[in-house]
């Protein structure tokens, strides 16, 4: 009978999921990070976009964004978060950003906030301000009425829409001739 030749085989040794994310956990604290505490504040959806800049900018990737975050959390916030995984284990092992964004910001942002915010947002125009006072007051209220400006073209039309009668003008006049705005 023939014997089988001994095959070795090398192991390859990987640093573990566990290992890793202690790492990025590292990197994460040097950076300055925000805290969450508070209920019903308008400070809410800027945690959440401060969080996941930071994120995103040293590279973490999308299912350790949640637990990130609520590494953030602190008081009342963080025993909200404590409760949900608890009743719902399962979900928040493979919780998205987008659904973890969803849910704590229907949690800690009150319907009367978003309504209100909403309400500004459609009755926004440029008046007595420069076009750049406009455009960061726009953008921040857009942030909160997501729905009304779903895609670039909706947001551009709205944004036009609420600038100066005389500017107004002069944007449909270079639209009309397509000249270009660089």
């Known amino acids: 009978m023939a014997t089988q030749p001994v095959v070795l085989v090398q192991v390859v040794v990987c640093a573990t999921t566990i290992e890793e994310e202690q790492l990025r956990l590292e990197r994460y604290k040097k950076y300055h990070l925000p805290t969450f505490s508070e209920l019903a504040t308008d400070d809410t959806q800027g945690f959440l976009e401060e969080c996941h800049c930071i994120l995103h900018t040293i590279d973490i990737v999308e299912m350790s964004e949640v ?22 284990q399962a979900e928040v092992a493979s919780l998205t950003w987008v659904q973890f964004s969803e849910i704590f910001l229907r949690e800690f942002v009150p319907q009367s906030f978003w309504d209100a915010w909403c309400a500004e947002f459609k009755l926004l125009y440029q008046g007595t301000m ?11 209220l857009a942030r909160h009425a997501p729905a009304l400006v779903a895609t670039i073209r909706k947001r551009v039309h709205r944004f036009i829409e609420g600038l100066m009668h005389g500017i107004r003008l002069s944007i449909a006049q270079e639209l009309e001739l397509d000249v270009s705005f660089q």
Request: hydrophobic share 35%; net charge negative; no cysteine.
């Open 130 to 140: 420069s076009v750049s006072e406009y455009g960061i007051r726009f953008s921040d």
């Open 67 to 88: 637990a990130f975050t609520t590494f953030q959390l602190r008081g009342v916030t963080y025993q909200w978060w404590q409760a949900y995984e608890l009743g719902s």
